[in-house]
């Protein structure tokens, strides 16, 4: 079993940054493709950044690339969600989610096995 615990989300204006972590507890990260997905009030679940067990192969959703970036610290255990010049859009709960399989499809929340409590990011304009 996994336990994904998000942490670092808060308040910040329009233009500022936040970075999010994701402690992994219960399995070594390394064994994992990890992602960060968001859902907004009254909208889907959507992606937002996915790494290989590496860390060599980021991707990212459209509405965020040149802006966020994922990455990962396999001794710690630990995934981050650097998230620069933010946008009011980018309000909304921040989960992180781990894959123990080989799918490729990083972009489909179905095919992570385990995910984290989220954490609010709001962003004002």
């Known amino acids: 079993q996994v336990q994904l615990v998000e942490s670092g989300g808060g308040l910040v204006q329009a233009g500022g940054s936040l970075r999010l972590s994701c402690a992994a507890s219960?399995?070594?990260?390394?064994?994992?493709?990890a992602g960060w997905f968001r859902q907004a009030p009254g909208k889907e679940r959507e992606f937002v950044a996915a790494?290989?067990?590496?860390?060599?192969?980021?991707q990212y959703a459209d509405s965020v690339k040149g802006r966020f970036t994922i990455s990962r610290d396999n001794a710690w255990n630990t995934v981050y969600l650097q998230m620069n010049s933010l946008k009011p859009e980018d309000t909304a709960v921040y989960y992180c989610?781990?894959?123990?399989?080989?799918?490729?499809?990083?972009?489909?929340?179905?095919?992570?096995?385990?995910w984290g409590q989220g954490t609010q990011v709001t962003v004002s304009s």
């Open positions: 219960g399995r070594t990260t390394r064994s994992f493709v």
């Open positions: 989610a781990a894959e123990s399989g080989y799918s490729g499809r990083y972009s489909s929340p179905d095919i992570y096995d385990y």
């Open positions: 790494i290989s067990r590496s860390g060599e192969l980021p």
